[in-house]
């Protein structure tokens, strides 16, 4: 038992020769979270391996909005408002951003403004 990294309780499978194997199935995948704020992430899978994530369709996978399936609604909003404030009214400046949402903002000013 020692060495394996156990995260579901251990299940008997019979082999194709006829002994019986103990398996330890993997656990499931946490769910994704914001980069910046960490909070839950709103339509993104949380599957592992091929019966989830690979499956889907790319539009299954992940919101297609700007930064979709990295930042929740809240913070990217935030970032495309301060990117439009330093860009477009110059009303801040990117030093005024915070180290953690600063790249977002800066590809927000690449993208949208």
Known sequence: MSGHAITRNPKRRKMGNGKVKI???KGKHT???CAICGAIMQ?????????GVR?????????????????????????IID?????ICGDKRIE??????????????????
């Open 23 to 25: 398996v330890y199935s």
């Open 31 to 33: 769910k994704h979270g």
């Open 43 to 51: 339509g993104v899978v949380n599957s592992r391996g091929s019966s």
């Open 55 to 79: 499956k889907k369709s790319k539009s299954e996978r992940r919101p297609n909005a700007i930064f979709g399936g990295i930042l929740c609604t809240k913070c990217r909003e935030r970032a």
């Open 83 to 87: 990117a439009a404030s330093i860009k």
């Open 96 to 113: 005024d951003i915070s180290i953690k949402s600063r790249h977002f903002v800066e590809e927000a000013m690449k993208r949208v403004c």
